[in-house]
C-alpha cells in the first residue's frame, strides 16, 4: 500500500499511510435548509447579509440621547420600539423612547438604560445612573458582516448551523452526497439474532455496533448480512459491495490463522495490506483498495472492532465523506485505581471519567479483554496508556479521551 507494513505499525502510522491514500469521493447537490442535517458542506458558506441587520437594543429600557440626560432632569417618554415595529414618530429634545429587546434603536441613540435603573411617573422617566456611549446597544454587523465566512466546506450540519443558516435566510446549501459503505460479518459461527444457537455458535454483533456509528456519520449503510466461510459467497459478497459502495467494512477473517482464502481473495481483487497494529485492543487490521471501493478489515472480537472503527476508520471515511475531522479532546486525569498494562502496545482501556473532589478521576470498567463487551457499554471514556508504559499505579496521571458522538 505504499509504506512499510512489518512488524507492529503504530496507531498513528497507519492512520497518516490510509489518509494520504484517500480523497473525497462524494458529488455534491442542492438541498433545502431543513433536509440538510447531518449532511456535509461542499461549499464555502458566505453570509448574504450582516447579523444584526440593523442596531437594536439588547435591553428592555429606554433609548435616550446622552445631551437629553446632562441637565439631570426626567425626560418625557415620546413613544415605545417593539421588536417587528421601530418607533418612527418624532423624538423631540429632552424625550426619552420605552424600547424592548430587539428593537431597532430610533436614529440619534445613544444608549439604551435598562428598565431596571429608572423610575417612571406616567410618561415622566428619571434615570438613577448615567449611561455611557453605545450601552446596551448591539450594532449592525456586530455578530456576522456581510459577505463574512461563517461555515467552511467540510463542515457537518448539526442542530447548531441550522439555526445559523436560518439566521442568514439561507433556505439551500450545497452539501455532499452521503457516504455509501458497504458492511457484512464473516464466520460460520455467526448467528443472526432472534434465532438459537447450537454448541460453538454465537450471535453476531458486530455488525450492529458497526452499522450504528455508520449511521451516527451520516453514511448510506448496505447491510450484506453474515457472509459464512466460503469463497464463491465472499467473492460475490466483495464484488457487489465493490460495485455499489464508495467503502466496505469487514468484521472478522484478518487474524492470523484465520481463513487463507480471505486474504487470497482480497489480494486478487484489488490491493490489500494485512497489518499488525501496535494497539490493544484491535491489533489485526486490513486495509486497501477494491477496483471501485475502499476496504477496511476490522478484528473480530467486539471491543476491537469499535475501538479500531472509532480511532482508524472514523477519520477516513470521514475524509472520503469531504467532512473535515477534528481529532477527539483528550484530558489528563488522576487514576483511582490500579491499572494493568504491558508496555509494547498504545491501549485503550474502557474507563469511567467522574469529577472528584481533587479534579478528574477515571477507573477501569473491569475486564479488558477485546471479547468483554460489558466493559465497553459501562464505560463513557478511553483510558489511553502510552506504547512503552507498564502498569499505572493509584494516584498516577494518564490521559483519556472521553467517548465522542459515535460511542454515545
Given amino acids: 500500500m505504499g509504506f512499510d507494513t512489518s512488524g507492529l ?8 499511510g490510509m489518509l494520504a491514500q484517500l480523497d473525497g469521493c462524494c458529488d455534491s447537490e442542492q438541498l433545502p435548509l431543513p433536509e440538510a442535517l447531518g449532511r456535509v458542506l461542499a461549499m464555502d458558506i458566505a453570509s448574504p447579509l450582516s447579523v444584526p441587520p440593523f442596531d437594536n437594543s439588547a435591553m428592555d429600557g429606554y433609548a435616550v440621547r446622552l445631551a437629553d440626560l446632562a441637565v439631570g432632569a426626567p425626560l418625557i417618554m415620546a413613544g415605545k420600539a417593539f421588536a417587528g415595529q421601530p418607533y418612527q414618530g418624532e423624538w423631540p429634545a429632552r424625550h426619552c423612547v420605552r424600547i424592548m429587546t430587539g428593537a431597532p434603536v430610533p436614529a440619534g441613540t445613544d444608549a439604551v438604560v435598562m428598565q431596571e435603573e429608572t423610575q417612571a411617573d406616567g410618561d415622566r422617566i428619571t434615570f438613577l445612573t448615567t449611561p455611557v456611549s453605545g450601552q446596551n446597544i448591539r450594532r449592525r454587523g456586530e455578530d456576522i458582516r456581510e459577505g463574512a465566512s461563517v461555515l467552511a466546506a467540510g ?13 442568514l435566510g439561507i ?3 450545497p452539501v455532499r452526497r452521503p457516504l455509501k459503505v458497504a458492511i457484512f460479518s464473516t464466520g460460520d459461527e455467526l448467528k443472526p439474532i432472534g434465532t438459537p ?14 452499522r450504528a456509528m455508520l449511521d451516527r456519520m451520516g453514511c448510506d449503510c448496505l447491510d450484506l448480512g453474515i457472509i459464512p466461510d466460503n469463497p464463491a459467497q465472499l467473492r460475490a459478497a466483495f464484488l457487489k459491495a465493490d460495485r455499489e459502495a464508495d ?5 472478522g477473517g484478518v487474524s492470523v490463522g484465520e481463513a487463507d482464502f480471505t486474504k487470497q481473495l482480497l489480494e486478487e481483487l484489488g490491493e490489500i495490506g494485512f497489518w499488525k497494529l501496535a494497539i490493544k485492543p484491535g491489533k489485526p487490521f486490513a486495509f486497501g483498495r477494491l477496483p471501485h471501493a475502499w476496504f ?6 467486539p471491543v476491537s472492532a469499535m475501538v479500531t472503527f ?14 473535515r475531522f477534528e481529532r477527539p ?12 498494562k504491558a508496555p509494547g502496545r498504545l491501549d485503550f482501556q474502557r474507563g469511567i471519567l467522574t469529577q472528584g473532589p481533587n479534579g478528574l478521576e477515571v477507573r477501569s470498567t473491569g475486564s479488558q479483554d477485546s471479547a468483554v463487551f460489558s466493559s465497553l457499554s459501562r464505560a463513557n471514556c478511553y483510558i489511553v496508556l502510552e506504547r512503552e508504559r507498564g502498569r499505572v499505579a493509584a494516584g498516577e496521571t494518564v490521559t483519556v479521551e472521553p467517548f465522542g458522538g459515535l460511542l454515545l
Wanted: proline fraction near 7%; charged fraction near 15%; hydrophobic fraction near 45%.
Fill in 9 to 16: 505499525l503504530p496507531l498513528s502510522d497507519a492512520l497518516q
Fill in 155 to 167: 463542515t457537518r450540519i448539526t442542530a447548531r448551523e441550522m439555526p445559523l443558516l436560518a439566521s
Fill in 171 to 173: 433556505a439551500s446549501v
Fill in 197 to 210: 444457537l447450537a454448541h460453538g455458535d454465537i450471535y453476531d454483533s458486530n455488525r450492529y455496533g458497526v
Fill in 247 to 251: 467503502a466496505l467494512i469487514t468484521t
Fill in 296 to 301: 477496511f478489515g476490522l478484528p473480530g472480537n
Fill in 310 to 323: 472509532d480511532q482508524l476508520v472514523q477519520p477516513a471515511l470521514a475524509k472520503l465523506a469531504g467532512q
Fill in 329 to 340: 479532546l483528550q484530558l489528563q486525569a488522576i487514576a483511582a485505581e490500579p491499572l494493568k
